[in-house]
């Protein structure tokens, strides 16, 4: 599977890039709609989006880098190519919440009105990304069959695209798209149907999208390692913790929820 989408020989744009930018686009759009839509400054609006972007791409770079710090220390013009893909989620939700808490604390807005408003687009934009691993090639868990393959239903072309070097791979990129997928519906119902206390579609998206990556992390087979220990798997449990607890405490003043 050619990486490249559009090669222009003086740049090449690749497709990881382009599903990125569409992840980007669509989740940012569907973010103001909702926020305007709860009468937020749109000039905060666009200053939090904008640095934020911003931030969670260094940040998911900066996370994934870290944890290959001995590669990139001896290709230090190498942690600029993100094309080749290595952009960590985690890095990304660690780095775009620090923002978003702080500059919403900056501005007297309640940091869980804003994370909850966001939390669906995020979990839809993960979706998205996620095919950026497919034409990379990457993120894919062990060897399996083709006939294994055909009795999950998955479509012919991302079976045929996970032959890689005559073995095919599961595709556990896709396994996390529909449970993203799948995640983004039901965010989006309880944010247009129910009047929920601040924080609990933060805590639900929390929760439910790290229950996947606990589990899709057993199977993948480029993992972020700390030692023995598998990084996005304990993560994945600190912030299944957190999420539980966003969604099951107490109901306070909006003076409480500023204290996030």
Not at 199 to 208: A, D, M, N, V
Request: charge should be positive.
């Amino acid at each position: 599977m050619d990486p490249i989408a559009i090669d222009l020989k003086v740049v090449q744009i690749h497709w990881y890039s382009i599903t990125m930018l569409t992840a980007i686009l669509l989740g940012s759009y569907l973010f103001l709609k909702e926020a305007k839509k709860n009468k937020i400054d749109p000039k905060f609006l666009d200053n939090l989006l904008f640095y934020g972007i911003i931030i969670a791409i260094i940040g998911a770079r900066l996370y994934y880098c870290l944890f290959n710090l001995d590669y990139y220390l001896a290709r230090p013009i190498e942690i600029l190519y993100i094309w080749q893909g290595g952009l960590a989620i985690h890095g990304a939700i660690l780095f775009g919440a620090i923002w978003f808490i702080y500059y919403s604390k900056k501005n007297k807005i309640s940091p869980l009105k804003i994370l909850d408003i966001v939390a669906p687009y995020l979990i839809l934009g993960q979706a998205i990304g996620r095919w950026g691993n497919f034409f990379n090639q990457e993120a894919h868990g062990p060897i399996t069959s083709k006939i294994f393959l055909h009795r999950l239903l998955i479509p012919n072309f991302i079976i045929n695209g996970m032959l890689i070097n005559g073995n095919y791979y599961h595709p556990t990129f896709y396994y996390e798209f529909l449970w993203n997928i799948l995640g983004f519906i039901i965010l989006t119902y309880i944010q247009k149907k129910h009047n929920s206390k601040e924080g609990t579609l933060t805590g639900l998206y929390l929760s439910w999208y790290s229950i996947v990556r606990f589990i899709i992390e057993s199977l993948r087979t480029d993992s972020l390692m700390l030692g023995s220990i598998k990084v996005a798997q304990l993560v994945s449990v600190i912030l299944f913790i957190i999420g539980l607890i966003l969604i099951f405490r107490k109901k306070g003043t909006k003076k409480d929820e500023n204290r996030l």
